[in-house]
Protein backbone atom coordinates (compact mmCIF):
# COMPACT_ATOMS: atom_id res chain seq x y z
CA UNK A 1 0.00 0.00 0.00
CA UNK A 2 1.47 3.80 -1.04
CA UNK A 3 1.22 5.35 2.03
CA UNK A 4 2.64 8.77 3.80
CA UNK A 5 2.71 8.89 7.61
CA UNK A 6 3.35 12.47 9.15
CA UNK A 7 4.50 12.17 12.85
CA UNK A 8 6.77 14.81 15.40
CA UNK A 9 3.49 17.24 16.09
CA UNK A 10 2.51 18.82 19.07
CA UNK A 11 1.82 21.39 21.42
CA UNK A 12 5.02 24.49 21.77
CA UNK A 13 5.37 28.07 22.77
CA UNK A 14 5.93 30.68 20.58
CA UNK A 15 9.51 31.17 19.60
CA UNK A 16 10.66 27.34 19.98
CA UNK A 17 11.30 25.08 17.43
CA UNK A 18 9.95 21.69 16.01
CA UNK A 19 10.71 19.13 13.26
CA UNK A 20 8.14 17.23 11.25
CA UNK A 21 8.49 14.37 9.65
CA UNK A 22 7.08 12.13 6.65
CA UNK A 23 8.08 8.50 5.88
CA UNK A 24 7.01 7.11 2.48
CA UNK A 25 6.44 2.91 2.08
CA UNK A 26 5.16 1.52 -1.20
CA UNK A 27 7.07 4.20 -3.50
CA UNK A 28 10.37 5.95 -3.26
CA UNK A 29 10.58 9.56 -2.73
CA UNK A 30 13.12 10.39 -5.04
CA UNK A 31 11.18 9.92 -8.24
CA UNK A 32 8.70 12.60 -6.72
CA UNK A 33 7.64 16.34 -6.06
CA UNK A 34 7.55 16.49 -2.31
CA UNK A 35 5.51 19.64 -0.39
CA UNK A 36 4.22 20.39 3.50
CA UNK A 37 0.39 21.90 3.23
CA UNK A 38 -1.45 22.69 6.34
CA UNK A 39 -4.75 23.89 7.58
CA UNK A 40 -6.22 25.96 10.21
CA UNK A 41 -9.37 25.62 11.55
CA UNK A 42 -12.02 27.11 9.17
CA UNK A 43 -9.17 28.05 6.75
CA UNK A 44 -8.47 25.81 3.20
CA UNK A 45 -5.86 23.92 2.47
CA UNK A 46 -2.62 25.91 1.91
CA UNK A 47 1.15 25.26 0.58
CA UNK A 48 3.66 25.60 3.53
CA UNK A 49 7.46 24.53 1.14
CA UNK A 50 8.04 22.00 -1.61
CA UNK A 51 11.38 20.79 -3.51
CA UNK A 52 11.13 18.93 -7.06
CA UNK A 53 12.37 15.51 -7.26
CA UNK A 54 16.02 16.76 -7.18
CA UNK A 55 15.72 18.86 -4.19
CA UNK A 56 15.18 22.50 -5.58
CA UNK A 57 13.26 24.29 -3.49
CA UNK A 58 10.27 25.63 -5.58
CA UNK A 59 7.84 26.89 -2.87
CA UNK A 60 8.20 28.72 -0.04
CA UNK A 61 4.95 30.86 1.64
CA UNK A 62 5.87 34.43 2.58
CA UNK A 63 5.09 33.89 5.77
CA UNK A 64 7.38 30.67 6.76
CA UNK A 65 10.47 32.39 4.80
CA UNK A 66 13.51 32.60 6.78
CA UNK A 67 11.82 30.09 9.83
CA UNK A 68 11.07 26.49 7.75
CA UNK A 69 13.36 24.63 5.80
CA UNK A 70 12.13 21.17 4.22
CA UNK A 71 14.18 18.70 3.91
CA UNK A 72 15.01 14.73 2.24
CA UNK A 73 16.76 11.43 3.21
CA UNK A 74 16.36 9.50 0.85
CA UNK A 75 18.06 6.44 2.67
CA UNK A 76 15.16 6.73 4.83
CA UNK A 77 12.70 7.54 2.14
CA UNK A 78 11.75 10.41 4.40
CA UNK A 79 10.96 13.85 4.07
CA UNK A 80 11.51 16.71 7.14
CA UNK A 81 10.15 20.06 8.00
CA UNK A 82 11.88 22.16 10.22
CA UNK A 83 10.06 24.88 12.00
CA UNK A 84 11.61 27.23 13.88
CA UNK A 85 10.56 30.23 15.65
CA UNK A 86 6.82 29.24 15.57
CA UNK A 87 3.99 31.48 15.56
CA UNK A 88 0.39 31.30 16.87
CA UNK A 89 -0.43 31.55 13.31
CA UNK A 90 1.45 28.56 12.49
CA UNK A 91 -0.96 26.27 14.18
CA UNK A 92 -2.49 23.99 11.66
CA UNK A 93 -2.94 20.42 10.50
CA UNK A 94 0.66 19.80 8.91
CA UNK A 95 0.31 17.83 5.56
CA UNK A 96 3.10 15.79 3.45
CA UNK A 97 2.31 15.12 0.17
CA UNK A 98 4.38 13.77 -3.08
CA UNK A 99 3.39 13.37 -6.40
CA UNK A 100 5.01 12.84 -10.05
CA UNK A 101 2.67 16.25 -10.89
CA UNK A 102 3.40 19.79 -9.74
CA UNK A 103 1.03 22.90 -10.19
CA UNK A 104 3.87 25.96 -9.33
CA UNK A 105 6.47 23.76 -7.82
CA UNK A 106 4.15 21.54 -5.16
CA UNK A 107 2.81 18.47 -5.61
CA UNK A 108 -0.88 18.25 -7.01
CA UNK A 109 -4.02 17.43 -4.45
CA UNK A 110 -4.31 14.09 -6.48
CA UNK A 111 -1.32 12.98 -4.88
CA UNK A 112 -0.04 10.79 -2.16
CA UNK A 113 -1.05 12.77 1.03
CA UNK A 114 -0.62 11.48 4.44
CA UNK A 115 -3.61 11.94 7.40
CA UNK A 116 -1.94 15.25 8.95
CA UNK A 117 -0.47 16.04 12.28
CA UNK A 118 -1.48 18.67 14.92
CA UNK A 119 0.75 21.57 15.39
CA UNK A 120 -0.16 23.81 18.34
CA UNK A 121 1.63 26.98 18.82
CA UNK A 122 0.53 28.96 21.97
CA UNK A 123 1.56 29.92 25.47
Known amino acids: QLQLVESGGGLVQPGESLRLSCAAS????????IGWFRQAPGKEREGVIC????????YTADSVKGRFTISRDNAKNTVYLRMNSLKPEDTAVYYC????????????????WGQGTQVTVSS
Open 51 to 58: ITFNGANT
Open 97 to 112: AADLRIVHGCPTIAGY
Open 26 to 33: GFTLDNYA
